[in-house]
């Protein structure tokens, strides 16, 4: 009897091992092309800044720029590995732009969140518009052109519109910054 029991829980196992490994493979697959993984349970935490998808022996932890019921491909971060991995984002500690002929530092974690927020959560695509830049922020050796005329923002070669919410936001910020010096 203890023999029966043993092989079952035996078998049980090696099933389990070759599911986990099956299921490891798709989901790298999907994860790899900017897929969300499918055979994972999917936890929401951190004010739903960061999501975690937990399967067979992996696990995928992906951050998300503005909600986790945006599009997968609309991440920030995405890293897959083993249930032991563990994955931040990259902190800036300093942001500068330079703004009517001075050059500004922001040092101030919450004021940094504010413009890395708006910064990386826009969408960029290849339009670019002959507005005049009227500030230049360096964030993470990245640059990035804000436009006022066209209301854009240029990261590299490609742009994306900013709102007058936003724009206001990154203007107040560094009044702020300059009341401070």
Known sequence: MKKKISIGVG???IILIVVGI???YADSARVTTGHEPKYCIKVVSNHGNKVTYWGLGYKVIRYVGVSPKEPYESNIGVKMGSWFMKYELPQSNTIEIEYEGQTITITDRKEIEIIE???LNSKYNNEICDG???HKITLQNEVYYIKESCKEI???NK?????DEDLNTIKSTIDNVLRRQ
């Open 154 to 156: 240029q990261k590299g």
């Open 132 to 134: 005049i830049t009227t």
């Open 22 to 24: 099956i299921t490891k």
């Open 159 to 163: 742009q994306s519109k900013i709102t």
């Open 117 to 119: 927020n708006i910064l």
């Open 11 to 13: 078998i049980f196992l």
